[in-house]
């Protein structure tokens, strides 16, 4: 029964954060905008830096991609589906572009900077997708 109201409890709690990060990236992206997913894998011995990630390297990040990174957002790990279930990824960052070219492009001329920076926050090497927003 306790059980029972942790994962109901839990349910709730995601279903509200997905909820309130749906309505904030609906109103700042669009259709058709390219999203850049870094995802961080958690696995026994890796370690990963939170307050160096968001305080230091993603302002790094945006800072280097200039204008044409509209839009960035970071993910922390809380939880697994159930509560004896590890968190699947420590963190996982969202960096928005209107067009993919507007991401080669600014990425491209400063990619040793910005993965040069990685070993200062984890030692997780990430997995990049990018994606089409479609709604």
Same mark, same amino acid.
């Given at each position: 029964?306790?059980?029972? $109201? $942790?994962? #109901? +409890?839990?349910?709730?709690? +995601? %279903?509200?954060?997905?909820?309130?990060?749906?309505?904030?990236?609906?109103?700042?992206?669009?259709?058709?905008? +390219?999203?850049?997913?870094?995802? @961080?894998?958690?696995?026994?011995?890796?370690?990963?830096?939170?307050? @160096?990630?968001?305080?230091?390297?993603?302002?790094?990040?945006?800072?280097? #991609?200039?204008?044409?990174?509209?839009? @960035?957002? $970071?993910?922390?790990?809380?939880?697994?589906?159930?509560?004896?279930?590890?968190?699947?990824? %420590?963190?996982?960052?969202? #960096?928005?572009?209107?067009?993919?070219?507007? @991401?080669?492009?600014?990425?491209?001329?400063?990619?040793?900077? $910005? =993965?040069?920076?990685?070993?200062?926050?984890?030692?997780?090497?990430? =997995?990049?997708?990018?994606?089409?927003? %479609?709604?």
């Amino acid at each position: 029964m306790k059980t029972n $109201i $942790i994962l #109901l +409890v839990l349910g709730v709690v +995601v %279903l509200l954060a997905s909820c309130k990060q749906t309505k904030m990236e609906s109103s700042t992206t669009k259709e058709g905008m +390219v999203k850049v997913t870094i995802l @961080y894998p958690n696995s026994e011995g890796k370690t990963f830096d939170m307050d @160096y990630y968001s305080n230091k390297h993603m302002p790094m990040v945006a800072r280097v #991609l200039g204008d044409s990174l509209k839009l @960035y957002t $970071i993910d922390k790990g809380i939880s697994g589906r159930t509560p004896d279930e590890p968190i699947p990824y %420590l963190a996982i960052g969202y #960096l928005y572009f209107d067009k993919l070219s507007a @991401y080669q492009n600014s990425f491209g001329p400063n990619a040793e900077k $910005i =993965v040069g920076d990685i070993p200062n926050y984890t030692n997780i090497q990430p =997995v990049v997708q990018i994606s089409e927003v %479609l709604q």
